[in-house]
């Protein structure tokens, strides 16, 4: 699991340490464009395929229907529980932090007016955003999954409850006791009580 860990920081942080160090080895923007490209597009893949089903159980995509339409696909484990709290955190916490760090460089290249390199910039934002979205609407799904299974077994539970022979006779006989003796209760004399001011 921590090469699985090694493998998701590589994978965020390869691209962004070669946007920002490119210009100490060289200043062909072709070059850097292309290198910094196919890194996103190695972790858009890796997050989007690998690291989010093995770290937190979901995994998102979409193809294209006959009639041009996109449908998307959520999947997500039936046992969330066995998901290891550090490795939620681990994978959210870097989901989020590297579009920020990308949002921050596209400001300094907005300030420094290094238009050329805002492509880059503003590739990696679209594809880290990608998959904050189809991540948190993995997780959406997979909780109300989740709530439903709950609810499900809940029902079943109360049904196979009042099926078992034991239960029902049970509950039949208090209600019925608890019927026969408000029946029978006596009840409270209507005489007159004489009120302390008619003592002689």
Known sequence: MHLLHGIYYFSQTL?????????????????????????????????????????????????????GSNEWIFESLEDMAEISP?????????????????????????????????????????????????????????KTKMRKLVEQGFQQGSMAALENSSLRNWLFTTLLATTINAATKPKPSNASVASPGNEV
């Open 86 to 142: 550090f490795d939620s955190r681990l994978f959210w916490g870097a989901l989020y932090i590297t579009p920020i760090a990308w949002i921050l460089l596209l400001l300094v290249g907005v300030l420094r007016l290094k238009i050329e390199y805002l492509l880059i910039v503003i590739a990696a934002i679209i594809l880290n955003g990608a998959n904050i979205i189809g991540y948190i609407r993995c997780s959406n799904d997979a």
């Open 15 to 67: 691209a962004l340490i070669v946007y920002i160090f490119s210009g100490w080895f060289t200043s062909n923007f072709i070059f850097v464009f292309v290198i910094c490209i196919i890194l996103l597009a190695f972790d858009f893949w890796t997050v989007k395929n690998i690291t989010g089903r093995l770290l937190v159980g979901l995994r998102w995509w979409n193809y294209v229907r006959d009639d």
